[in-house]
């Protein structure tokens, strides 16, 4: 059965504070992984786009990095505007999502 | 780019009216748009996934019945919740699929039947 996790669930961090956060997942057809923020009552936005294993990119104070089984979305120094959930999906034609990462910087 | 919008943002209405929600996307051509569904502090499930000029298809459990939908254009779906009933009330949300693989969401319909 094709499962995303993401971990942890929640996270509190500091202003400045650098961390990472996970996204593992067994998926019978990968086309890509993706990368999504969403702000409370909005609809996802996207963030990133990886295909292969050993793919990064980077947005701001965002990174996202992929391997065979698992992708880190890196957030380096942040603010407290990058408080939101953090959605990971893979997929083929169908994406699924995990539950997210709810993130939460302080001041 | 990607701007996907959605329309209404809010409705409030009476159990057994039905409710039509509009999907578009604004700047590019979308084959392939999807329907979510969205309870509090959940993860996206999938409705169904529609295509342009043919029948939507739909996930399990989903009744087609309930919530139908057309995608008449290139940068148009609709999804109409018929005889809509309090436990439909959830916030539903677009996206459209550009010619790569990714999909971009629309603003979300927060739905409430009284």
């Known amino acids: 059965e094709d499962q995303v996790t993401q971990s942890p669930e929640a996270l509190r961090l500091q202003e400045g504070e650098s961390s990472s956060l996970n996204c593992s997942y067994t998926?019978?057809?990968?086309?890509?992984l993706f990368w999504y923020r969403q702000d409370p009552g909005k609809g996802p936005e996207f963030l990133f786009t990886?295909?292969?294993a050993g793919e990064e990119k980077e947005k701001e104070r965002l990174k996202a990095t992929l391997t065979k089984k698992e992708s880190f979305l890196h957030i380096t120094a942040p603010k407290p505007e990058d408080s939101a959930t953090y959605l990971c999906?893979?997929?083929?034609?169908?994406?699924?999502f995990g539950k997210g990462t709810r993130l939460h910087i302080l001041p | 780019g990607a701007v996907v919008s959605q329309h209404p943002s809010r409705v409030i209405c009476k159990s057994g009216t039905s409710v039509k929600i509009e999907c578009r996307s604004l700047?590019?051509?979308?084959?392939?748009m999807f329907w979510y569904r969205q309870f509090p502090k959940q993860s996206l499930m999938l409705m169904a996934t529609?295509?342009?000029?043919?029948?939507?298809?739909?996930e399990q459990g989903v009744e087609k019945d309930k919530f139908l939908i057309n995608h008449a254009s290139l940068t148009l779906s609709t999804l109409t919740v018929t005889s809509a009933h309090p436990e439909d009330s959830s916030f539903y949300i677009c996206?459209?699929?550009?010619?790569?693989?990714?999909?971009?969401f629309g603003p979300g319909t927060r739905l409430t039947v009284l």
């Open positions: 999906a893979v997929g083929d034609d169908k994406i699924i």
């Open positions: 998926v019978s057809g990968l086309r890509g």
């Open positions: 990886l295909y292969s």
């Open positions: 529609s295509n342009e000029g043919s029948k939507a298809t739909y």
């Open positions: 996206s459209a699929r550009d010619q790569g693989d990714t999909q971009y």
């Open positions: 700047d590019f051509q979308a084959t392939t």
